[in-house]
């Protein structure tokens, strides 16, 4: 089973802050597919620019392989000053 968690914004749109996924896609990408293809306004919110991904709690940067037992979150981008 894996964690999957938004963040922020993208939880405000999703209206879901956590799921539990029984399988897992092998990648990445895949899942960020998978969560965004019921509702077209969280694939806009996940393919913009800023949006960071953490497998883990370890950024990542790209596509990565995924095993069962992983947490993985999605972030939106994030400002400060």
């Known amino acids: 089973m894996a964690r999957?968690?938004?963040f922020g914004r993208l939880a405000d749109i999703a209206g879901w802050r956590e799921r539990r996924l029984d399988s897992l896609p092998a990648r990445l990408s895949?899942?960020?597919a998978l969560i965004a293809a019921d509702d077209p306004r969280l694939a806009?919110?996940?393919a913009a620019p800023g949006v960071q991904a953490a497998v883990d709690k370890?950024?990542?940067?790209?596509d990565m392989a995924l095993a069962a037992g992983m947490?993985?979150?999605f972030l939106?981008?994030?400002s400060g000053g």
């Open 71 to 73: 947490e993985i979150a």
């Open 58 to 62: 370890t950024l990542v940067r790209g």
């Open 30 to 32: 895949s899942l960020k």
């Open 4 to 6: 999957v968690l938004l």
């Open 76 to 78: 939106p981008p994030m």
């Open 44 to 46: 806009e919110a996940l």
